[in-house]
């Protein structure tokens, strides 16, 4: 079992709805979640950072962390064509270095 | 700004062969991360360089090594390379005892190896 997992898609979806990505992880040590963006042939891009559990909101864009469940949320408001790209979720402890999900492709229709 | 900057785009080598990729951080930053990302997959971090040291080492074999020279600027070196070894390298840069949300990636070296 890997220690992030994610779904990679493709989650396909009209403009203007309401995306939600999502990812497990095994590890209790995991303090520190991320997510980023990723458009193709680009580096990836930080979105969200959130300490432990609890909600964190910045404009279109929510982060959700459930510790006791080990589970991760990305929710993206009024999706555009522009959001289209691959969402990665990351977590890390003590070492401060990622440990990155496979990623979740997101298309985003007119 | 010109941001993380990697050299070369594109890459591409034969098995065997070795190869040398290099990252210009981000202006004020001191610490520079290598990640490797293969083909529909998340980064996978190589190792950390700090004040021209290795900080932290991924799970990745000794092939794989690095530098950083006095200006932070920093370059991975793979030996003998595989056909595995095909994928995007990423540098990230960072300036230590910030927070995550101070690391920036670069656009990555797309590496091929055949």
């Known amino acids: 079992q890997k220690e992030v997992e994610q779904d990679p898609g493709p989650l396909s979806v009209p403009e203007g709805a309401i995306v939600s990505l999502n990812c497990t992880y095994s590890?209790?040590?995991?303090?520190?979640f991320m997510w980023y963006r990723q458009y193709s042939r680009k580096g990836p891009e930080l979105l969200m950072y959130?300490?432990?559990?609890g909600n964190k909101e910045d404009g279109r864009f929510t982060a959700q962390v459930d510790k006791s469940s080990k589970y991760i949320s990305l929710f993206i408001r009024d999706s555009q064509p522009s959001d289209s790209a691959t969402y990665l979720c990351?977590?890390?402890?003590?070492?401060?270095?990622?440990?990155f999900g496979r990623g979740t492709s997101l298309i985003v229709h007119p | 700004d010109a941001g993380v900057t990697q050299s070369p785009t594109h890459l591409i080598k034969t098995r065997g062969q070795q190869v040398t990729l290099r990252c210009s951080p981000k202006?004020?930053?001191?610490?520079v991360s290598w990640y490797q990302q293969a083909l529909g997959q998340g980064p996978q971090f190589i190792f950390q360089?700090?004040?021209?040291?290795?900080?932290q080492r991924g799970n990745f074999p000794d092939r794989f090594s690095g530098h950083q020279f006095p200006n932070y600027s920093s370059e991975l070196n793979v030996n003998a390379l595989l056909l595995g070894d095909s994928a995007l390298y990423l540098c990230?840069?960072?300036?230590?005892?910030?927070?995550?949300?101070?690391?920036?990636f670069g656009p990555g070296t797309r590496l091929t190896v055949l």
């Open positions: 990230a840069s960072s300036s230590t005892g910030q927070g995550l949300d101070t690391q920036y």
């Open positions: 590890n209790s040590a995991f303090q520190y």
């Open positions: 959130t300490y432990s559990s």
């Open positions: 990351a977590m890390t402890g003590g070492s401060y270095i990622p440990t």
């Open positions: 202006s004020g930053h001191d610490t």
């Open positions: 360089y700090y004040e021209e040291e290795e900080r």
